[in-house]
T-cell receptor
Framework: SQKIEQNSEALNIQEGKTATLTCNYT??????LQWYRQDPGRGPVFLLLIRENEKEKRKERLKVTFDTTLKQSLFHITASQPADSATYLCALDPDSGKSTFGDGTTLTVKP | NAGVTQTPKFQVLKTGQSMTLQCAQD?????MYWYRQDPGMGLRLIYY???????DKGEVPNGYNVSRLNKREFSLRLESAAPSQTSVYFC????????????FGSGTQLSVL
């Protein structure tokens, strides 16, 4: 069956360090993969999209990699700040218009 | 520039009652979606609409109906609410017919007693 797994439910890091979040998937052939940020009591907010033919995408302090052989995406936040504390969700869509979301990883950045 | 607006923000129902969750977007997007999110879990797709006049089932459609009233509005109806439908409901929209770059509303917290 199709499955999306995000690494540990919670990740705690020190301010200034790089946070690395993992999204692994099985039995999908996604045309693209997306990362969203969700704050408590709010709807998810789109951050980055990476397509199957792209290896890496960057946006300011954010970097996403996509390895279709390993069936894995890594999401990096460099020079992390307490304001980066949130839940981060990955989402896959094999181009059917039906994005499927992982359960999310809650990141806490400590001052 | 409101984006995606959902009403109501909170609702408490008794088992068996019906209600409609409203969603409207002002970005002229083609596709609209309804997701539910249970504690500690990701979002699960209930229904989606790739264009005005079309709707399709998602992962968890049982117990729900939808209406794409026009390009702006997409409503979700619970005909006979059950405690298992206690959840946070999110409406989302995207510009094209795929689910790239979803814009989400702020959610409706629904409790069914």
């Amino acid at each position: 069956s199709q499955k999306i797994e995000q690494n540990s439910e919670a990740l705690n890091i020190q301010e200034g360090k790089t946070a690395t979040l993992t999204c692994n998937y099985t039995n999908y052939s996604p045309a693209y993969l997306q990362w969203y940020r969700q704050d408590p009591g709010r709807g998810p907010v789109f951050l980055l999209l990476i397509r199957e033919n792209e290896k890496e995408k960057r946006k300011e302090r954010l970097k996403v990699t996509f390895d279709t052989t390993l069936k894995q995406s890594l999401f990096h936040i460099t020079a992390s700040q307490p304001a980066d504390s949130a839940t981060y969700l990955c989402a896959l869509d094999p181009d059917s218009g039906k994005s499927t979301f992982g359960d999310g990883t809650t990141l806490t950045v400590k001052p | 520039n409101a984006g995606v607006t959902q009403t109501p923000k909170f609702q408490v129902l008794k088992t068996g009652q019906s209600m409609t969750l409203q969603c409207a977007q002002d970005m002229n997007h083609n596709s609209m979606y309804w997701y539910r999110q249970d504690p500690g879990m990701g979002l699960r797709l209930i229904y989606y609409s790739a264009s005005e006049g079309t709707t399709d089932k998602g992962e968890v459609p049982n117990g729900y109906n939808v209406s794409r009233l026009n390009k702006r509005e997409f409503s979700l109806r619970l005909e006979s609410a059950a405690p298992s439908q206690t959840s946070v409901y999110f409406c989302a929209s995207s510009e094209g017919t795929s689910s790239e770059k979803l814009f989400f509303g702020s959610g409706t917290q629904l409790s069914v007693l």
